[in-house]
């Protein structure tokens, strides 16, 4: 199909975009990447009054160290942040998750802060975000502000951002040593969105877990943080996997908890009650993972 019609900017700074979007009105839209914009244009699911195009805006692109944390430029594409040193020394999940993002053609042009914007609770790093308790910055024509990973999604495709607002970055915490990560996904092909994903981090010494991260993927709305799972992993032996005969496994049993208090979706790839069940395996096989990392 073919998007409505809309008027189109192209700021030269941040606070060109910000007055740009200000001026714009409530309908309109900050195009960066494009990968999630884009095909809500052209199925007219989105129909813009303007968009604002931040896209070549650098100072959006940078990746820094900020001591206790390190700060990713919303306008830094999935490679960029996949082949960061800094991430993949001090924030190793977000470089994992956002290495099984689509495909290479949309990891070179999609942005980290776009996806994240975009608040599709099927995607990949949303629950990355609010596993690791991320602090989104906000920028618009009136100032600057932070927001809570727990409180950025707000619910379907629908982020706690201000029509005025753009998403500057992300801060993303560095949990230290002793650390463990995996994601974990189930999908049908490598360019589809997961049907359950699992963000896990799990912080281990004298072979128990001794604090444990979980983010579900595609399990409600919003991506969820699975609290009865780490709380249930607090104290839990690492040890192999158990036998087939039914011996105890500390770590599976934490795990079958992962699916508690979630609203998975219904559609043409997976039933809620496959969905729940894909949370417990995929959890359990996520947290082993981390917890061997």
């Not at 960029?80 to 993002?101: F, I, K, Y």
């Not at 079958?256 to 979630?262: F, K, M, R």
Request: charge should be negative.
């Amino acid at each position: 199909m073919i998007p409505a019609a809309f008027d189109y900017v192209r700021p030269e700074s941040l606070a060109e975009a910000c007055e740009a979007l200000a001026d714009a009105g409530e309908d309109a839209k900050v195009l960066a990447g494009g990968q999630s914009l884009l095909p809500l244009l052209r199925l007219r699911l989105s129909f813009p009054s303007t968009l604002v195009d931040v896209g070549r805006l650098t100072e959006l692109h940078d990746i820094r160290d900020g001591g206790d944390h390190v700060f990713i430029g919303a306008g830094a594409t999935h490679y960029d942040v996949v082949r960061s040193p800094l991430v993949n020394a001090a924030c190793p999940l977000v470089a994992l998750a956002a290495a099984t993002v689509a495909d290479p053609a949309v990891r070179h042009r999609g942005t980290f802060g776009g996806a994240l914007a975009h608040a599709d609770p099927a995607g990949d790093l949303p629950a990355v975000a609010v596993a690791l308790d991320c602090v989104f910055t906000a920028r618009s024509a009136n100032g600057e502000r932070e927001i809570p990973a727990a409180e950025f999604f707000v619910d379907y495709l629908e982020p706690a951002l201000a029509p005025d607002e753009i998403l500057t970055g992300i801060r993303v915490p560095k949990l230290g040593p002793g650390w463990g990560y995996h994601y974990e996904k189930f999908h049908r092909t490598a360019q589809s969105w997961a049907i359950v994903g699992v963000a896990a981090a799990v912080r281990r010494s004298n072979g128990v877990v001794e604090e444990a991260r979980i983010g579900l993927t595609n399990m409600g709305p919003t991506p969820l943080r699975a609290r009865g799972v780490e709380d249930a992993l607090r104290g839990a032996g690492i040890h192999p996997a158990a036998p087939d005969d039914g011996g105890a496994d500390p770590i599976r049993d934490a795990c079958g908890e992962a699916a508690a208090g979630s609203s998975p979706p219904s559609d043409l790839h997976a039933q809620p009650d496959y969905r729940r069940h894909l949370a417990r395996a995929l959890t359990h096989r996520a947290v082993r993972a981390a917890a061997r990392a």
